[in-house]
């Protein structure tokens, strides 16, 4: 009898020195990229980018952070659906709290937030250590980004979603469940980003769907990077790429802290013509980022909202 190996995520190493643009090293990472995101809608980016130091800051920022009265934290609004504060929903799991910076890789979008939850002083340390920490992350996203434009031949259009990207940081926290109480921390969803790029301390939950219906646990560590498809990238690539069910199940004795960067784009998000052909006939219409995230909003749903929203 064949006993068949549990799947496990595809891991890539993003840190290599040697890792530039037009290398036979680059060219072969692009095609590991995209293969990773057409088959699992996912993948562990191994990027030393973001210090063991570093790391332990950001998550130790989250502890002060949510250790802000309830009041507080709720001045965390936004006109943009899941982009404030999120505690206390009658939709989301009760082990599930978390805030948004808007525009956090901006000094600007960093101090807005900042001010709101430390306005009797200037706490300087959590917006360096936040603004550090998205700036590198946002870097991986750039190369990923670039690296799929480039495999799939369309590495034209790469500046201009570049040039309309904006990173929405989100700081997630997920308590130990009570006695009787369940420990689903956050229900399967797919993303509505362009890319979501998920990083934790060492308490597992996450699980990923593969496309056979399996769930995958993640194993997380300083240096590894879960770095997810979503929605509007599904879409962006004529359903090339998988945008993956993904659910957070808690257990254990210790919260788990997440920190998850989501790219997102102003404006219309064009098909490229280059994805539509005999094999893959036009599935998707141009469509408004943000309207993708309010027709969501408006109607969830486990199932990637692509194709309610703009399918041909």
């Known amino acids: 009898m064949v006993v068949k190996s549990p799947p496990k995520l595809p891991v890539i190493d993003l840190s290599m020195e040697n890792l530039k643009p037009g290398t036979s090293c680059w060219l072969s990472s692009c095609n590991d990229v995209r293969r ?22 950001i998550l130790s920022e989250q502890n002060e952070l949510f250790d802000l009265p309830t009041d507080v934290k709720m001045k965390n609004v936004s006109d943009k659906p899941y982009f404030g504060y999120v505690g206390n929903h009658p939709f989301i799991p009760p082990l599930h709290e978390s805030l948004g910076i808007e525009n956090a890789t901006t000094l600007q979008g960093v101090e807005n937030f900042t001010n709101l939850m430390w306005p009797q002083q200037r706490n300087d340390h959590f917006r360096e250590t936040v603004l550090s920490y998205s700036g590198l992350v946002s870097e991986l996203e750039k190369m990923v980004k670039r690296m799929v434009f480039e495999s799939y031949g369309v590495e034209k259009y790469y500046d201009s979603h570049l040039e309309s990207t904006t990173f929405l940081l989100r700081m997630i926290k997920y308590r130990v469940p009570e006695i009787n109480e369940s420990g689903i921390g956050c229900n399967s969803h797919t993303d509505k980003s362009f890319i979501s790029i998920l990083h934790q301390n060492e308490v597992n939950g996450l699980e990923i769907q593969t ?73 998707f219409n141009s469509f408004d980022h943000y309207g993708l995230l309010n027709h969501y909003h408006r109607a969830p749903t486990t199932e990637p909202t692509a194709k309610a929203y703009c399918g041909v």
């Open 36 to 57: 990773a995101l057409e088959e699992y809608g996912c993948f562990v980016a191994l990027y030393d980018k973001v210090s063991h130091p570093l790391h332990n800051s």
């Open 211 to 283: 496309t056979d219906g399996d769930w995958i646990g993640f194993d997380p560590s300083p240096t590894s990077f879960l770095v997810m498809a979503g929605d509007a990238f599904l879409a962006w690539s004529n359903g090339r790429i998988n945008s993956a069910p993904h659910r957070v199940i808690m257990s254990g004795t210790k919260p788990r802290y997440s920190i998850a960067l989501f790219s997102y784009h102003n404006g219309t998000i064009e098909i490229p013509d280059e994805l539509v052909d005999e094999q893959h006939p036009l599935k």
